[in-house]
């Protein structure tokens, strides 16, 4: 297991993601640049209107991200098993806020599906909150080189 911390910047409500595990060659992933189409569920409730992410996915880079604005975060326990990519994640907001989840995503080689489950605790504010992501991706071309 190998760690990777990292900050970024983006959109508010994104998904995560830094790989740094050698992969069997049993997964099922054709390498290349992928969409994904992201739905957010907020405490049960859905948000309208899914966002779509694009990334080069590839055996060193497994999980598709997009990058948040002001948050560290650090991926941990990445586990690939057959087809399954799992992890756990944990990540500070500017304003305190800790945010910690696991994720999972099953390749089907030219097609990914899976979700994040989020907790946010405001310890400040004596508030928090759960997030899932679902996701749903498609290999669309070779990357650029």
Not at 41 to 51: C, K, R, S, Y
Not at 82 to 104: F, H, P, Q, R
């Amino acid at each position: 297991m190998k760690r990777k911390l990292f900050a970024g910047v983006g959109l508010l409500f994104s998904l995560f993601g830094v790989s740094t595990v050698c992969i069997g060659a049993d997964l099922n992933l054709q390498e290349g640049l992928w969409e994904t189409s992201i739905r957010l569920e907020v405490d049960g409730g859905l948000f309208p209107i899914p966002f779509k992410t694009t990334k080069c996915l590839s055996r060193d880079e497994l999980i598709p991200n997009t990058i948040q604005e002001g948050k560290n975060c650090l991926i941990k326990d990445q586990k690939v098993t057959g087809n399954d990519v799992t992890w756990t994640i944990s990540c500070i907001e500017e304003s305190g806020a800790l945010m910690e989840g696991n994720g999972k995503i099953t390749y089907g080689g030219d097609r990914l599906e899976g979700s994040l489950r989020m907790l946010i605790v405001e310890k400040k504010h004596s508030r928090q909150a759960s997030m899932t992501y679902r996701m749903k991706g498609v290999r669309k071309e070779a990357c650029p080189q």
